[in-house]
Each structure stands twice: as C-alpha cells, then as structure tokens.
C-alpha cells in the first residue's frame, strides 16, 4: 500500500449526500478483474447520463495530473461492501476525500487501499464547496500536521492513530495480524469449544 | 463500576483475540462465507503471499451474484461471469472449502443458505463480502459485511481488524397492523433516521412484537440494518431460534445439544445494559412502506404524499428534488396509484419460503395486470424445492409471472436479469439507488405482499384489503 505524507492539489466538488457504491462502481462491472484499471468505470453512469458531470471535465488529462482531492456531503460510500468503489476511485486519482460523514464499511475499504477520508463538521465542508473560484484553488492536505490548508484557511482534521501509522509509513494490517499469528492460534483452539459443528473434515492447520 | 453489557457487548467481548489502546481490536471470525464476485482477489493476495486457508473447517461458498437465473443458468452468456464462476470452484476445491454448486440442492443466496443449513447460530462472528451479511444477525449473531481485503485477512488468519462499534438500541412498540410485515417495520426505522442514520453503530432489535415474528420476519429486519448505516443488526435469540435449530444439517449433534443451548441462552442484554444510543419506534400506526427516492431513507407509507423539498433541510431537500427527478414523483403525490411496468419478488431480503407463501396467498388464481412482467425468484434450491411441492410456482406460473432458478438476480442487473431504461419496477429487494435494478430504470422497494398486490393491479396497491377478510 502506497504511503502518504502530503497533498497538494485542486479538488472536485460533489454537493451531493448519500452517494453510493451502486453509483461510485455499477454492480455490471463487478465481474471485471480486480487486477483490471477501473478508472473508466468510476461514476460510469453519472458520467454517461450527464455531460457536465464534474469528472467528465477531466476525461483527457493525463492519469497522474488529475484532481486528486473529492469534497462530497453526508454518507459518502453507502450502499454496498464492494471495495471495488475505493479502487476505482484511487485508479482514476483520487487519494483523498472530504465529507461531513462516510459509512463504515466504506471507511474499512477505504483504509486498506490508502485513501485518505477526512470527516469535517458540515459547516466547513459546506464552506469547501461553495467557495469563490472554486476550481482552481489547490489545497495541501498534511497527514503528519492533521491539517488542511485551502487559501488563507488552516483547517485541522483527526485521523486515528492507527490509520495514520498505517497511511504514513505504508503499514500493512495484514502484517499486524500476522505478527499476532501465534495469539491468534491459541485463541481459536479454545473458541472451538463454543463451536457446534465444521463444514469439513479438515480443521486448521496449527 | 461494573456495568450491564449488551448482548453485542458481550459477543463482541468473547471474540477479542488481542488489543491495544488506539487500536482496532484483533477479532476472531467463527464463520465465513464466500461468494463468486467478492472472492476473487482475496484468494488471489492468499496465493501472492503464499499463505494457505487457514480455517476451511469454518467456510463455505455458493454461487449467487453473478449467476443466471434462467433455465439454462449452467450456460452463462457473460464470459466474465463465466470465468468467476469457474474460479470460485477451482479456487474453493483448491483449499479444501465446501461449495454448494448448482444442482448440489442446497445453492442459493448466501444469507438465504446459511440459515437454512443451520450454518448461522447464535453468538458467532459471521462475515461475507457483501454488506447484507447483517442478515445472520436475526439469529443472535454478530454478522457483518466485509471489503475484499478483509475477506483475505480472514482466509489467512480467521480473524479482522476492527474497532469496536457504538450500540444502538432500536426498541420496537405495539403491534403490526393486519397487512403491515417485517419489511414495512425496517423501512420505517431507515425512514425515520436515514440512510446513515446508525453509522459507526451495531444495532441491537427489541421489542415484545419480536418473539412473535418468525425467524425469516427477523431475518428481513436485521438483512436492512446496513441500508440505515449500521454494519450489523442483531436480534437476542429465543426458544424460537431455537425451534428452528433443531435438525437442519449443521445444527448441533444430539450430544452437544444441551451446551449449545445454555451458551445461547447466556446471549441476552443485561436488564442494565447501556447502549450508546437509543431509539424508538411505534408500530401500531404503521402502513405498508415504499420508496419514492434513490434510497431506502426516501421511504413512506403507501397511502402518504410524498415529501416537498423546500421543507426539507438544504442537503435533504436537494436530494429529495433530485431522487423525485430520477424517479417521476412529485411533493405531494401517494404512491398508491403509480404505474409499474416489472414487479420482482426475490432476494436475500425476501426470497424465502414465507415471502413466497404470502404473494402466492394474495395472488392465487388471479393475474397480472396487463403490461406488467413479474420475476419470482426463490432464494434457494431448498426454498425452490418447497415451494414446488407446496404448489406456489403453479400459482406464479399462472398469474404470468417467470418462476427462475435461485440466485441475486434482478436486485442489482449483473447476471442477465434487469429492469429495462425507463421502466418502474416494484421489489421485495433493499436497495433503491439510481440505476440499481439497470441504468435508467426506477425502483420502489415494498414487502413482498405489496409487490404482489402491486404485480395484479398494475399500480403501486396496499395489500392490506387481501388482509381484512380472515381467510388470508
């Protein structure tokens, strides 16, 4: 997983609430490999259906000049487990995005794969998304600092411990629960006790 | 001071491996299940790192998303479906994992099979990559979907990491009215406090109208609980979680019955417990719900008008203009009366055997509204099998409606089965986002007795008249 310190870039703006993965990723390309880019795939049906759809804006710059800032409302990332949304979003460019309130699993995903979310009071999303010259203002988003700094405006943000040690150093949770292997195998040598049945001759390998 | 603990508090306390202070908790996972479409890239990063199944004593797998629902569903026309499909049998014989493949009787809907198996029992983690793994909660379980990077953090080690979740209590009042379901009851919880209403929180149901629900009732309330942000929703187990346990095929052995039945029985809230929140809701003026919006929060009862925007707060009422745009609505209009060209009754919701009972009951001997095409889709090969036997396909059949093989199908348009652009359909399914059952159609989600009702009339129609007269 890609490590992260700082940001610097402009954003796109989605004064939408309640977006979901049925629309950040359609169930139709949930049969593509994984190992596929699914940068076309992002907001495909937004992106279809309205021309000045903000991404759209963006269909011939180059991958690594893109926005890769998102401010969007309330809830972002409801719906659907897929972590196939986090991924399109990240292959299209997006590392970082801004909202008053995200869904938990979409915050899960979205931690595996090193995009960032920041959780901000409505009030001051509110104000990052309607501001003056709205485009072409760049923000720097520091990890390390936990602040924002948009224009004149230094806006500090929480991230949790763990997920910053995780973003900045490139840390990997699957390492985390390997190094906790031995614990772990105890444990559910004990648990098989509250277990009632297997589903298959073999048990685990100890 | 020692406190009560919740029945989440509890289950949540039993399966923590190791924790540290501002650290997602190590939690163990009792059972995992494994479908076609979200398991792909976990065998996958299983294999980069060269790490075997670790536990496949405690998963299973099925085919459900991707596949057809049509006769010859053996035969995919989607190449890539195909090649999932293919996938999941090499890859689930490869480590030893035990696949309910198509015609083995027991395929279907993972949150339909598991239950029915009695692979889900109470006290159990439960996960799946799909985020209606809420569903096993009905069992007293603490079930929940997971991305496809935790579902390779469970193959390899049996466990996630994860942060401990806030509780919600959701105490349920009164009784159903005659016509008004389960499905009716979780839709105006989400209603009442949004689609994102319970983020950050498990869900605990309670309420005295609980013990008089059957399992599959539950079943429809804790498969919603994602749709109102809360990533599990659990219901305390009682004799009747019991009941159903009895004799299925990975119920508990004669000899371990007595153990299995005083650990569920110690599964139960604290008279003291302290929820980080709590909420209630009054059933006895309850209609049957249905969506007007582009989610399952844009709900209201059948017989109410919709909504107007400029009462709204700003962010609502943007939504609210822009979901009425995509669906055709206006503020002030009911949905009873609305037009619908496709009615579906299937999925993990409600594809079982009582949800097709109910249509069947309402719509025996009687047809479909001209125009309309209806989708009966049931959510397991068992569930199929007893429905045939009770005559409900005969009945579909001669409304005009497709009997169809189980599987997701035309809740979410990736396996062949889809509502047509511009078309409004009425489902039994959870979800409502824009463009969910195919670009450009419209959904309204309702119980499977409105679906039905709806399917005859050719409208949006309540089913509560089919419920007044005793015989139904």
């Known amino acids: ?206 | 001071m020692k406190r009560g603990k919740s029945i989440i508090d509890k289950i949540w306390d039993e399966h923590v491996v190791y924790g540290e202070p501002n650290f997602p908790d190590i939690l163990a996972v009792d059972l995992q299940l494994l479908h076609e479409v979200t398991s792909p890239p976990a065998f996958a990063e299983l294999d980069r790192r060269g790490l075997p199944f670790f536990e496949p004593h405690r998963a299973i797998a099925t085919l459900d998303h991707s596949l057809p629902t049509s006769p010859r569903r053996h035969l995919t026309s989607d190449p890539l479906a195909g090649a999932q499909i293919v996938l999941l049998r090499r890859n689930s014989a490869r480590h030893g994992v035990p696949l309910f493949d198509l015609n083995s009787g027991k395929q279907g809907i993972v949150h339909v099979i598991g239950p029915e198996l009695g692979l889900t029992q109470p006290g159990m983690v439960i996960v799946c990559g799909d985020s209606h793994t809420s569903t096993h909660g009905a069992f007293g379980a603490l079930a929940f979907g997971i991305g496809g990077t935790e579902i390779g953090h469970v193959m390899a080690t049996g466990c996630l990491l994860i942060s401990r979740p806030k509780t919600l209590k959701v105490e349920f009042q009164g009784d159903l009215p005659a016509g008004v379901f389960a499905k009716d009851l979780i839709m105006a919880l989400i209603a009442a406090i949004g689609a994102g209403g319970a983020n950050g929180h498990v869900i605990e149901y309670r309420g005295a109208i609980l013990k008089n629900l059957s399992m599959e009732a539950r079943m429809t309330i804790c498969n919603m609980s994602i749709e109102c942000g809360a990533r599990a929703g659990l219901i305390a187990p009682d004799d009747k979680t019991f009941a159903y346990l009895q004799g299925r095929q990975y119920s508990p052995a004669l000899e371990d019955r007595a153990r299995a039945l005083a650990y569920w029985q110690s599964l139960s809230s604290d008279t003291d417990a302290i929820y980080d929140r709590e909420i209630t809701l009054k059933l006895d003026q309850l209609e049957p719900m249905v969506s007007w919006g582009t989610n399952p929060g844009q709900s209201i009862g059948i017989s109410q008008p919709l909504p107007d925007p400029d009462d709204l707060t700003s962010d609502q009422g943007e939504a609210a203009a822009a979901a009425m745009a995509h669906t055709g609505l206006l503020p002030g209009q009911p949905l009873a009366g609305v037009a619908i060209d496709w009615a579906f009754l299937g999925s993990c919701t409600n594809g079982r055997i009582e949800d097709l009972r109910i249509a069947a009951a309402i719509m025996r001997g009687k047809q479909l509204a001209s125009g309309v095409k209806m989708y009966v889709v049931p959510g397991s090969e068992m569930v199929k099998k007893q429905a045939e036997a009770e005559g409900l396909d005969q009945v579909f059949l001669s409304a005009g409606a497709s009997w169809r093989n189980p599987g997701c199908s035309m809740c979410l348009a990736m396996n062949g089965d889809k509502v047509p652009a511009g078309r409004r359909a009425i489902s039994s399914t959870n979800r409502n986002f824009r463009g969910r059952q195919g670009p450009q159609s419209i959904t309204h989600i309702a119980s499977p007795a409105t679906v039905a009702a709806s399917a005859l009339a050719g409208k949006i129609s309540s089913p509560r008249e089919y419920f007044f007269d005793s015989q139904l």
């Open chain 1, 1 to 206: 997983m890609k490590g992260f310190t700082t940001l610097t870039s402009v954003a796109l703006r989605l004064p939408q609430r309640d977006i979901d993965t049925d629309l950040i990723f359609p169930a139709q390309y949930l049969t593509l490999p994984f190992s596929a880019n699914y940068a076309d795939f992002l907001f495909r049906r937004l992106r279809d259906e309205q021309p000045d759809f903000p991404f759209n804006a963006h269909i011939n710059t180059p991958a690594n000049s893109r926005p890769q800032i998102l401010i969007a409302l309330a809830n972002f990332g409801c719906g659907s487990s897929r972590e196939h949304a986090v991924k399109a979003l990240l292959d299209w460019g997006i590392r970082v995005i801004i909202a008053p309130s995200f869904a938990d699993i979409f915050k899960s995903n979205a931690a595996k794969n090193g995009l960032l979310l920041i959780e901000l009071p409505e009030p001051q999303v509110n104000f990052l998304l309607t501001t003056d010259s709205p485009a072409s203002y760049s923000f720097i988003v520091d990890l390390e600092q936990e602040k924002i700094t948009f224009r004149d405006q230094v806006i500090p943000f929480f991230t949790s411990p763990f997920l910053r040690r995780c973003l900045l150093q490139g840390y990997d949770e699957f390492d985390y629960l390997l190094a906790h292997f031995p614990e772990i195998k105890a444990f559910k040598k004990q648990r098989e006790r509250q277990l009632f049945y297997t589903t298959t001759q073999q048990t685990f390998i100890s």
